[in-house]
T-cell receptor, first 119, second 112 residues
């Protein structure tokens, strides 16, 4: 049973460039959330995708956008990179409906992350 | 505005003893709480969770206690093992939202 996978592992970009990060959810999961974890901080919610639509969004500018594909995998795009965008980007997957929970499964399962460095 | 707070950045305990990790929250709308463990170069791993309708949940060596009136939860690990050494994050969500709000994390070191 494959867990959440993310690519690439590491990435170095220059300020002003654009970046795309990828995520494949855990088998059986249909919802993907993206988080940004700055050094010494906890993960911060960027947005969540379900049925190829953005369902919730955190306090991040429009430079951060995403996409979900029919196979539930997802991409995070960041435009006009700033030095402050340097962070670990985490993808998490979950189920929109869990029989056990009688609703959305509250537990999210995380991938290993993509370390983005902006110089 | 930190809605989930882990005020102690680190904790060191001896193998076999109890580890108690604390977490406070400010938003009374939170109704589901989770603990995650994170090793270096890995993503957070789900450990245990608790709904606001309960005050205790156990899973093996891990027990989470919730005190809603104090807006406080704690994770107890008994007995602690060297493999438990990691950064532990407390997280919360509210209502139907699946957005998780995380604390800053606490580094636990279990000494052999």
């Amino acid at each position: 049973d494959a867990g959440v996978t993310q690519s690439p592992t590491h990435l170095i970009k220059t300020r002003g460039q654009q970046v795309t990060l990828r995520c494949s959810p855990k088998s059986g999961h249909d919802t993907v959330s993206w988080y940004q974890q700055a050094l010494g901080q906890g993960p911060q919610f960027i947005f969540q995708y379900y049925e190829e639509e953005e369902r919730q969004r955190g306090n991040f500018p429009d430079r951060f956008s995403g996409h979900q594909f029919p196979n539930y995998s997802s991409e995070l795009n960041v435009n006009a990179l700033l030095l402050g965008d340097s962070a670990l980007y985490l993808c998490a997957s979950s189920r929109a409906y869990s029989l056990l929970a009688g609703g959305p499964s509250k537990e999210q399962y995380f991938g290993p992350g993509t370390r983005l460095t902006v110089t | 505005d930190q809605q989930v707070k882990q005020n102690s950045p680190s904790l060191s305990v001896q193998e076999g003893r109890i580890s108690i990790l604390n977490c406070d929250y400010t938003n009374s709308m939170f109704d589901y709480f989770l603990w995650y463990k994170k090793y270096p170069a890995e993503g957070p791993t789900f450990l245990i969770s608790i709904s606001s309708i309960k005050d205790k949940n156990e899973d093996g060596r891990f027990t989470v206690f919730l005190n809603k009136s104090a807006k406080h939860l704690s994770l107890h690990i008994v007995p602690s093992q060297p493999g438990d050494s990691a950064v532990y994050f407390c997280a919360a969500s509210k209502g139907g939202s699946e957005k998780l709000v995380f604390g800053k994390g606490m580094k636990l070191t279990v000494n052999p």
